[in-house]
């Protein structure tokens, strides 16, 4: 079994930063890619960002040149570095972990973003 513990997420104001940690410990044995997703309040779960074990990193057109995905593979822990926030980044972010033959997945962190 795998588990994901999520970490980081708070209140931030418009233009602020925030990092988010997920740290991964269980019976790892094969990792395809890491990376986060989000949720907004009526929205559909939406990818953020995914890190493979190489480091080629996929991003969601909407977050670009604002957020940073990265990870440590000998902590088994990926980050990522969320700048310049705004109010439409509010959501529930969600850690990812593509094992291959299935995914695991975080109890999820707010993030809110006030105007």
């Known amino acids: 079994q795998v588990q994901l513990v999520e970490s980081g997420g708070g209140l931030v104001q418009a233009g602020g930063s925030l990092r988010l940690s997920c740290a991964a410990s269980?019976?790892?044995?094969?990792?395809?890619?890491m990376g986060w997703y989000r949720q907004a309040p009526g929205k559909r779960r939406e990818l953020v960002a995914i890190?493979?074990?190489?480091?080629?990193?996929n991003y969601a057109d909407s977050v670009k040149d604002r957020f940073t995905i990265s990870r440590d593979n000998a902590k088994n822990t990926v980050y990522l570095q969320m700048n310049s926030l705004k109010p439409e980044d509010t959501a529930v972010y969600y850690c990812?972990?593509?094992?291959?033959?299935?995914?695991?997945w975080g109890q999820g962190t707010q993030v809110t973003v006030s105007s």
């Open positions: 890190i493979t074990l190489s480091g080629s990193t």
């Open positions: 990812n972990l593509d094992g291959m033959v299935r995914d695991y």
């Open positions: 269980g019976s790892i044995v094969r990792v395809r890619t």
